[in-house]
């Protein structure tokens, strides 16, 4: 009656999550905040602080990494991508679960070094691995490494979409463009620190954030849509990467900087990093607008909105 | 420069992601823990009355449902896939995040189907959907459907499986085996209220609990290992789905009835729902050993563990 070929959660030749676990445990550091880490049917963490705060995110061979990348890449962004998301919400970082979704070519050095990619760089940023799932795909299916994230955090004063006011500043913390063609898409920046200082140092001024996955025109449209407001960007302030212009800016996506607005009072002198003013919070229909040096008005918002829809 | 056929995360030229996200929110009963739902970076929750409890599962076509199965049921099972690693910790429901990676087949109507049926599956037992994220597979791979589900609950007694002591009484919440022949792993018992209620009735009496979902006899392993005790299953005491076998129960995963450890004092009659009391913790190597009704013994912990390894 077992018919382990037919839905057992784990039937790969080569891949032990037993033998994956037993190593993951032996090499995680105990934080206090862990409870129970990886082994029990969930993992206990502290309570938090606060309100809590979740997101998860998926990185799909194919969608968001090519066949050849290595392992160790693969790993770093799945977690980047979705710390990206604690961090445009100004939060601190808990913990996070990981499941992977393996090619049954995969090797149990290969699970492993995976999951030592994750765990490093989930330590990295003070977001611990804390529990996950591993499935292997049937051997008649050619199906592709597939990994998800859930992260988790915490904070009393989630900065969110929908909050930008009229007269706001617009701002991102670095430079847009080109992160596919350069491959920085496969080590974004992690910009958790730098969101939990915005918070702390501009207080009730930061207004509203969301970190630069889809590209400029289509995240500065999230917020405008969110707040119901409009943005114009000021194309010469758009900071870019070396051969890129305000163009990918807009358009390229997996930046991870932080976009966000803050009020026309806000001392941006008191922040520790660099910040880059690239805008404006005005009135009227939902929208963004990039204003040229003539003061010429383009829409831009439909840019980076280019699939699905 | 923009590459949308290469990384964008979501390239689907029939579904939309935010077409889904909009009817989503729309079809939301807003809960006053749920600060923040669907369409912002994160989800934002009311600060949780205890430590945190989370845990991650997955669906895969081909290994946790077949190719023809319906979206409903699929929808419902990676809920409750997921919901049984809380209900083994005794943990209160707080929401669940979900991620769905689509075959490039996939129409609107039928990605917001299985959409309606977590969110619908995971209203229904006190755990609403509060973010989650889409994909679609490239249309020249023929990738399955893919769902992971991480659930967060919070308690201030999380049930382990490390900590059965000598002299416990072993016992399940209901009738075991035959899960994927009968369809039944499409529907699995949620038992949350349940562990709620063994908690809340038997307090420190209630001393080990697991979730069956790899079988009974590697589900019992997995206590008798972190606790480093052995179990005696009593063969004739073990309940089974009619047309099943002991050998089924202790071999067939998916049943999702919980395996728990009371203490020999505990007054089981006070639990408002029936249990079933199927053998003892002894001392020594660790294992768990099926007893017949002549007092033969065979070692069963292996039993469920054929695959991987």
């Known amino acids: 009656m077992n018919s382990p070929d037919r839905f057992d959660h784990f039937e790969g030749d080569m891949v ?38 979740v997101s998860v995110d998926q990185c799909v061979e194919g969608l968001h990494f090519l066949p050849d990348t290595d392992l160790d890449s693969i790993g770093r962004k799945a977690v980047r991508r979705a710390a990206g998301d604690l961090a445009a919400m100004a939060a601190s970082p808990l913990g996070l679960v990981a ?27 003070n977001c611990p691995l804390v529990g996950g799932d591993t499935s292997v795909w049937r051997k008649d299916l050619q199906g592709g490494l597939h990994l998800s994230v859930t992260v988790l955090g915490f904070t009393h004063h989630p900065v969110l979409r929908s909050t930008a006011q009229l007269g706001d500043r617009v701002c991102v913390t670095g430079p847009l463009g080109g992160s596919f063609v350069s491959g920085r898409h496969l080590s974004p ?10 918070r702390d140092e501009l ?5 509203a954030m969301i970190d630069v996955s889809d590209g400029l025109g289509k995240d ?27 163009k990918d800016a807009l358009q390229d996506g997996e930046d991870h900087e932080l976009l966000f607005t803050v009020s026309p009072q806000a001392d941006l002198s008191v922040i520790p990093f660099p910040t880059f003013e690239i805008g404006t919070v005005v009135g009227g229909q939902p929208g963004v607008e990039l204003v040229d040096e003539n003061g010429g008005r383009t829409e831009v918002g439909h840019l980076g909105w280019n699939h699905g829809a």
């Not at 032996?26 to 309100?51: C, I, K, N």
């Not at 207080?203 to 207004?207: N, S």
């Open 99 to 125: 499941t992977a979704l393996l090619p049954s070519r995969f090797t149990q050095r290969e699970a492993l070094r995976l999951y030592e990619s994750i765990r490093t760089e989930a330590e990295s940023i």
């Open 16 to 53: 032990s999550e037993a033998r994956l676990l037993a190593s993951i445990q032996s090499r995680m550091t105990a934080g206090e905040d862990v409870h129970v880490g990886p082994g029990d049917d969930a993992a206990v963490l502290a309570r938090p602080s606060g309100p809590l705060i």
């Open 220 to 246: 500065a449209l999230a917020i405008a849509m969110a707040s119901r407001v409009r943005l114009h960007l000021h194309r010469e302030s758009i900071p870019c990467h070396p051969g890129t212009s305000w």
């Open 189 to 198: 920046p992690v910009r958790i620190r730098e969101a939990m200082q915005l």
């Open 203 to 207: 207080k009730v001024e930061l207004h």
